[in-house]
């Protein structure tokens, strides 16, 4: 066990500097490497501290330097071999989402872990966002009664931030349905479970699967979600969510001042004030909330680490069954076809 956790950060592009943010403000983690082919430059775009090592490939990272994880922020199309790389060196691992390109990678990745006894958590942040814990929170306690309907989106202009440009690449991304969309698909996993059936829609352009809608079939409930990142690059982002309940709506939208709104009982629409981290000052309470699920995801993962506790939230086989859900939603956007689901038996 160590006194800290020691993380070789794996890619240092946009998701590694999101989460070396995080890690600069989490008291029992540190990188111990960064590992980029570009080299000591990309500290500069990471903010890390100069000192940190940079090495060109993760096997050259794990034999010079100590560390108890991996934290993979690679290409999907890397994670497989990245993951059974670290985990083959007896490292835990954190892979940002999706876990990986196929049903078959995915069930390599998780095998190993569990093969090696080691932990594995996957990126699905959103489990973690404070408006979604409210809205889980809400289900969960039936305080507003059974929840009715729920719609959620993700939209978002072309994505350009990505080294070589690999986001709107097909064979390595699949496009918005896998790397955006599944952020909701997982959610829903989370919150109600694996749906009887889905029925999608989808636009395909060169970045593959560009926008998808989809209808998941629950008893005595109407569940849809929709991902697009077919908007101008300009455009911005925005995520959202409506819950309708028996006696309550409950509604999220990132782009709004108030960004969650209860309308319950006799009462007029009023923004829910969300519990904030105690014993830190307004700046770091700032920089969390900024960061939102991101932050509070890696702290989890940490603090599992720290416990010697398993990972039971956002686990590489949950994942893995996100990935098989929305890989069942482009198979009935390309048919035009109703799937059925077969429900995992965990």
């Known amino acids: 066990m160590f006194a800290m956790q020691q993380i070789v950060l794996a ?16 008291p029992d983690a540190c990188i111990a490497a960064v590992v980029d082919p570009r080299g000591e ?3 500069e775009g990471l903010c890390a501290d100069a000192n940190v090592p940079v090495f060109p490939d993760l096997a050259a990272a794990l034999e010079r330097v100590e560390c108890s994880a991996v934290d993979i922020c690679l290409p999907t199309d890397l994670h497989r071999e990245t993951a059974l790389l670290a985990l083959a060196a007896g490292k835990h691992v954190f892979c940002e989402k999706p876990i990986a390109l196929t049903r078959e990678d995915a069930a390599a990745m998780t095998a190993a872990a569990q093969s090696a006894g080691l932990q594995m958590m ?3 942040c959103i489990r973690f966002w404070p408006e979604y814990l409210e809205l889980k929170r809400a289900v969960d306690s039936g305080e507003y009664g059974r929840l009715v309907s729920l719609s959620m989106d993700r939209r978002t202009g072309r994505p350009g931030y990505s080294i070589g440009n690999w986001v709107n690449r097909p064979e390595r991304c699949l496009g918005a349905a896998l ?3 599944i952020h909701d698909t997982d959610f829903l996993l989370h919150l109600l479970g694996c749906p009887e ?10 970045t593959g699967w560009s926008s998808i809608s989809t209808q998941y079939v629950y008893a005595q409930r109407i569940v849809v979600a929709e991902g ?3 908007y101008p690059e300009k455009w911005g982002f925005q995520m959202r969510f409506h819950a309708v309940f028996e006696r309550g709506v409950l509604e999220f939208d990132s782009s709004a001042k108030d ?3 209860l309308t319950a009982g006799d009462s ?3 923004a829910v004030r969300l519990p904030e981290p105690s014993g830190m000052s307004p700046a770091v309470r700032e920089q969390i909330a900024s960061l939102g699920g991101y932050y509070h995801e890696l702290d989890y993962f940490v603090d599992c680490l720290e416990r010697g506790e398993p990972v039971a939230i956002s686990t590489g086989a949950q994942a893995a069954e996100s990935l098989a859900l929305v890989l069942a939603e482009i198979e009935s956007a390309a048919s035009g076809k109703i799937i059925t689901l077969k429900k995992s038996s965990s």
């Open 122 to 124: 996957v990126g699905h």
């Open 268 to 270: 007029s629409a009023a």
């Open 228 to 230: 697009a990142w077919n």
């Open 179 to 181: 790397d955006l969309h």
């Open 259 to 261: 960004t969650l709104m």
């Open 11 to 26: 890619g240092g592009g946009c998701m590694g500097a999101m989460h070396a943010k995080v890690y600069r403000l989490l």
């Open 41 to 43: 430059r990309v500290l």
């Open 197 to 206: 059936a889905v029925v999608s829609q989808g636009l395909r352009d060169e």
